[in-house]
């Protein structure tokens, strides 16, 4: 529980994510080696010009945003000055079952933390173009769940905490956190910690917050001058194929845009509007070319 911290970030007011995601964030983060390097969850530091770590013994120290992977979503945060708290050691979910009794960590000790169980270990498809192959649920919700540490009965790191959402079991819905697994950070450690972010090629991004709708694929939010808006996308249209081939669900419209390339790669997309159909090819982007980049200490 001492290797879970406080994170309080703070973001300017013009940063690209400020509208959607706040400019004063505040959540947890976990302490993973003898240097004090914390991992949580990306969102948390995205774009932030000031960080703030704080242990459970109240001791605070000034952080620097060392890396982000919007692919995982996972963030780094290395800390300005010593935290003086064990790091807690990394585990794998290979063998973690539903069914599963685990623990999700929160700063600040027993009482911000609980007990829960593996409720679900399945493909999780987000609508900012986000996709995990495989994402950890569990239940009951942990209610500040933004970068919690889930963690195994044996003591070892699992996941990082991502979003609160319903997951449906049987005929039963129950509130769950959304974990990240920890297995997705290992490949990409050393490379987020020397660049700043994984030495891969950046994935198209289009810009376009697409939501499943009576099985549909509806826009519901573009970024404005963003790939999509440019290329005169519209708020409502459905999309209906990806460079001429239809597609099923999120997940699928999403593997088939980064099928098309690496960043700047152009994306023909099929439209839906109204009563008819239009074509519409979007130029990419680096979603990073968009981000505020933190300052360098």
Do not use: C
Request: hydrophobic residues 40%; without cysteine; aromatic residues 6%.
């Amino acid at each position: 529980m001492r290797s879970v911290v406080l994170v309080h970030a703070e973001i300017p007011e013009e940063a690209f994510t400020a509208a959607i995601l706040g400019t004063e964030r505040i959540g947890h983060g976990t302490v993973i080696d003898a240097d004090g390097l914390v991992v949580t969850i990306g969102y948390l530091i995205t774009e932030a010009n000031s960080i703030w770590l704080t242990t459970q013994d109240g001791t605070v120290v000034p952080g620097h945003a060392l890396a982000y992977d919007p692919v995982s979503g996972f963030g780094l945060i290395q800390p300005l000055g010593p935290l003086g708290v064990p790091p807690i050691q990394r585990g794998s979910t290979g063998a973690t079952a539903v069914g599963d009794s685990v623990i999700v960590i929160g700063h600040g000790g027993v009482e911000h933390s609980l007990d829960a169980k593996v409720i679900a270990r399945r493909e999780f498809a987000g609508y900012w173009e986000y996709l995990l192959d495989e994402a950890l649920f569990t239940s009951p919700p942990h209610p500040q769940w933004g970068g919690t540490a889930l963690v195994s009965q044996e003591g070892l790191l699992l996941g990082v905490g991502s979003l609160l959402v319903q997951e449906t079991i049987g005929t039963e819905t129950l509130d769950a956190n959304m974990f990240v697994p920890i297995d997705l950070l290992e490949p990409i450690l050393e490379d987020m910690k020397r660049l700043g972010r994984p030495a891969r090629r950046p994935r198209p991004w289009l810009g376009m917050y697409t939501t499943p709708m009576q099985g549909n694929l509806v826009v519901g939010g573009l970024t404005q001058g963003g790939p999509a808006h440019r290329a005169g996308v519209r708020l409502g249209d459905v999309v209906l194929e990806v460079a001429g081939e239809p597609v099923a669900d999120l997940a699928d419209l999403f593997r088939r845009v980064w099928g098309t390339g690496s960043a700047g790669a152009e994306v023909s997309l099929t439209l839906a509007r109204g009563k008819s159909t239009s074509h519409v090819r979007v130029t990419s982007a680096d979603r990073e070319d968009f981000l505020t980049k933190p300052r360098r200490h």
